[in-house]
T-cell receptor
Framework: AQKITQTQPGMFVQEKEAVTLDCTYD???????LFWYKQPSSGEMIFLIY??????QNATEGRYSLNFQKARKSANLVISASQLGDSAMYFC????????????FGKGTRLHILP | NAGVTQTPKFRILKIGQSMTLQCTQD?????MYWYRQDPGMGLKLIYY???????DKGEVPNGYNVSRSTTEDFPLRLELAAPSQTSVYFC????????????FGNGTRLTVT
């Protein structure tokens, strides 16, 4: 069964608008971490933000925030005031504490910011 | 700090050839991972290691082998290359803590023809 699901293969958003990238996950482990990475067209992988399953508050890092809904098993990335440089692939990933520390990725969402 | 270093950056193999993708990290990370990324797709875990002498299979291990004799190095071996192994390969490392993000190398673009 797929553990990480990103249902939006591609999105087009106007510059300066906020954008939400969806991520749902499946785990029976009570202790897990969720990560978001950005991959620009140059190919490198850039860590953006982390949310732990026991964190009481949604994670924020600058213009990035996580809408974490534990009961629904979703961890959506919100980018506020989008910029042209936000155009990239975005990947959601999960690490389960009691599952041999595998880190599994979703298929990604390609985000296009329009000027 | 160099971080995670992968070599080579590019390689073309003929079907049936073998090669080793090198990965080394200088951050004293216990955990190391190999992923492959097919065009327009996400990352699939090939093998990973939680410390020297310990390796384990990921989602797509067939056709690959790994070893971890030191903390720093985690080479990936392709035996009998096949066109299906054409991909971009990423090595990554992290600390053992749950909230430790992956640090990635710049990737190796491999073409098997």
């Amino acid at each position: 069964a797929q553990k990480i699901t990103q249902t939006q293969p591609g999105m087009f958003v106007q510059e300066k608008e906020a954008v939400t990238l969806d991520c749902t996950y499946d785990t029976s482990d009570p202790s897990y971490g969720l990560f978001w990475y950005k991959q620009p067209s140059s190919g490198e992988m850039i860590f953006l933000i982390y949310q732990g399953s026991y964190d009481q508050q949604n994670a924020t890092e600058g213009r990035y925030s996580l809408n974490f809904q534990k009961a629904r098993k979703s961890a959506n990335l919100v980018i506020s005031a989008s910029q042209l440089g936000d155009s990239a692939m975005y990947f959601c990933a999960m690490r389960e504490a009691n599952r041999d520390d595998k880190i599994i990725f979703g298929k990604g969402t390609r985000l296009h910011i329009l000027p | 700090n160099a971080g995670v270093t992968q070599t080579p950056k590019f390689r073309i193999l003929k079907i049936g050839q073998s090669m080793t993708l090198q990965c080394t990290q200088d951050m004293n990370h216990n955990y190391m991972y190999w992923y492959r990324q097919d065009p327009g797709m996400g990352l699939k875990l090939i093998y990973y290691s939680v410390g020297a002498g310990i390796t384990d299979k990921g989602e797509v291990p067939n056709g690959y082998n790994v070893s971890r004799s030191t903390t720093e190095d985690f080479p990936l071996r392709l035996e009998l290359a096949a066109p299906s192994q054409t991909s971009v390969y990423f090595c990554a490392s992290s600390y053992s803590e749950l909230n430790s993000p992956l640090h990635f190398g710049n990737g190796t673009r491999l073409t098997v023809t």
